[in-house]
């Protein structure tokens, strides 16, 4: 009698610490609030995730700062070959082209280094395909900068995007998509059902479609799926689309590291008035991504050798994770480029801003 008590105290003990054990988060998550007041529109952080994303979201020590004296000699006159970067002072000229080989190709050997993009020996050379590519993302990020500062430089600060918010040190950054070859099994049992229920990192391992990207992020399909009103006759979106639009929700929150509520009201997911500022950021951020993958990275489709492409021989994409990598603020809102005004477009010329309008 008195055994089975302490036996039976004993597994209600071991229980009780396993239940506390693997039910509470230790430390404490905090919550952050983001909406109106009174609407628990909430951001849930874990001290200790958030911990390692700010140790893998760190901007590098920018470089000392170059002289740019107006009456120095531009880059354009010294150099034979250069077409986007030609209105820099040839100080600020070298020292871009060793921030780009800190981003892209910091590594040891044979294709890192300025031979990452030059045809060894011969800097004027158009040899080599990284070159013709890293001039077109020059001037993709200049119209990131400016076109778009509706989404990157839409807080208090501006925040900007240089190459490094991408690449990290690496030729291909971390986070890309492309197109991916159907699934043989599903098609045969269901040929007009898209590819669903195989938990990827795309959609943050749901049952929804598995490849949001190629409709959305390349081409606009509508995402708004709901009705303005309860009775609307009109609304003709079907459940497949619905899973794809919240697919791409998914990706959005999971890439951000944040909840629905970030952007929305519970209440009411279509209605802009109940949503946050953020959502209107994001709203750009999804044209940004389009114009981004349709003007820039998949035109250099020629370009890129094959192992530089999907299975399909599209281009490697860019998605929301691509800069965000788990955080709402890129490298944790660092504002790395001010550090680089090389990367900015060249000033337009004092004539044109100052013609007389009639
Ligand atoms: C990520 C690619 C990349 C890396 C790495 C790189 N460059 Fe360049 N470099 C370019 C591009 C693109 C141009 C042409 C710029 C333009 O058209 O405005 C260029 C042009 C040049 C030119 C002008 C040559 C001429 O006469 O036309 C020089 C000099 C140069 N780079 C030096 C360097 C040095 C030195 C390094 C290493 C510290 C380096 N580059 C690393 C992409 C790169
Ligand atoms: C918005 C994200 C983004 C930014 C910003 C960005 N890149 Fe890229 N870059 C990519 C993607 C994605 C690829 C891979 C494309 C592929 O392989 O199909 C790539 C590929 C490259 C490559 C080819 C790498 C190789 O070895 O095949 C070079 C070189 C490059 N980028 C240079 C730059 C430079 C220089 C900058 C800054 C001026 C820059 N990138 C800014 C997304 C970006
Ligand atoms: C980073 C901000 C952000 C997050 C996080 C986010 N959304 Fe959205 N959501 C948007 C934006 C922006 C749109 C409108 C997109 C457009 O029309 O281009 C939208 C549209 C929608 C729509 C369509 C509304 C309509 O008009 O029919 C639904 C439904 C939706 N979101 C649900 C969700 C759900 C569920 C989550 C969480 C899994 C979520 N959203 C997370 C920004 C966000
Ligand atoms: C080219 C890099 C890049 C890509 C790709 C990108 N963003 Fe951003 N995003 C930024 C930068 C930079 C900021 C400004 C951060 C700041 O103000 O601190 C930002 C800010 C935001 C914010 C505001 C965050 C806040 O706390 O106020 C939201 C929301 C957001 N992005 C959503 C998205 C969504 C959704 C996508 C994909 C459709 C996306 N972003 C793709 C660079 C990017």
Known sequence: ??????????????????????????????????????????????????????????APPAIEAAEDDPTS???????????????????????????????????????????GCHVEGNFAAEGKYQKTVARRMLQMVQTI???????????????????YTCHRGNAVPAAV?????????????????????RPVAANALSSLPTDPFS??????????????TSRQADNNASILQTEWTYSLM?????????NCTFCHNSRNFSGWQDSTPQRVTAWHGIRMVRAINNDYIEPLRPEFPPHRLGPLGDTLKVNCTTCHQGVNEP??????LR???????????ASLETAPRN
């Open 1 to 58: 009698m008195k055994f089975n008590l302490i036996f039976g105290g004993l597994i209600a003990a071991v229980a009780g610490l396993a239940f506390f054990v693997v039910t509470f988060e230790r430390p404490r998550p905090d919550s952050v609030q983001g909406g109106f007041r009174g609407t628990s529109m909430g951001r849930v952080d874990n001290p200790r995730t958030q911990a390692a994303l700010t140790v893998r979201n760190q």
């Open 73 to 115: 000699p531009r880059a354009s006159e010294i150099y034979e070959n250069v077409r986007v970067l030609g209105h820099l002072s040839v100080e600020q000229f070298g020292r871009i082209m060793q921030a780009m080989t800190e981003w892209v190709y910091p590594g040891e050997g044979p294709n890192q280094g300025c031979n």
């Open 145 to 163: 900068n400016t076109t778009y500062s509706s989404h990157v430089n839409a807080g208090p600060e501006p925040v900007g995007v240089t190459c």
């Open 177 to 197: 998509w492309a197109s991916s070859p159907p699934n043989a099994r599903l098609h045969r049992l269901l040929s007009t059902a898209p590819e669903q229920n």
């Open 215 to 228: 409709s959305y992020l390349l081409r606009d399909n509508p995402i708004g799926v709901q009705s303005a």
């Open 250 to 258: 998914m990706h959005m929150s999971s890439s951000l590291g944040v």
């Open 331 to 336: 490298l944790r809102g660092a504002q790395m």
């Open 339 to 349: 550090d680089y005004p090389e990367l900015n477009p060249p000033p337009r010329r």
